[in-house]
Nanobody
Framework: QVQLVESGGGLVQPGGSLRLSCAAD????????IGWFRQAPGKEREGVSC????????YYADSVKGRFAISMDSEKTTVYLQMNALTPEDTAVYYC??????????????????WGRGTQVTVSS
């Protein structure tokens, strides 16, 4: 079992940036990788990005491609999500979870085992 804690959320103006962190209490190399999901009020959970602990493969949803960047520290215990050019449509609770990462598509959320409690991101002027 692994515990995940997200941090870095907050209130930011449109066009601004935030960097989210997902800290694990052990190396994520035993869990394939880390995915970031988000859920806005009244909307379904959306897969945003993921990174494989083993291969370094990354994936970005079309809605964030070119604006978000995912990375992992060398110890594979912390994954970052750098979010730039934020828009109000990015407002959501962001969750990280352990699971696979594929280059062509974001794996479904049911394939992810352990989840953090989320961090709120609000983009508003």
């Amino acid at each position: 079992q692994v515990q995940l804690v997200e941090s870095g959320g907050g209130l930011v103006q449109p066009g601004g940036s935030l960097r989210l962190s997902c800290a694990a209490d052990r190396s994520t190399s035993d869990y394939y990788g880390i995915g970031w999901f988000r859920q806005a009020p009244g909307k379904e959970r959306e897969g945003v990005s993921c990174i494989s602990s083993r291969s370094g493969t990354t994936y970005y949803a079309d809605s964030v491609k070119g604006r978000f960047a995912i990375s992992m520290d060398s110890e594979k215990t912390t994954v970052y999500l750098q979010m730039n050019a934020l828009t109000p449509e990015d407002t959501a609770v962001y969750y990280c979870a352990t699971g696979p990462c594929w280059e062509a598509t974001m794996p479904e959320s049911f394939l992810y085992d352990y989840w953090g409690r989320g961090t709120q991101v609000t983009v508003s002027s």
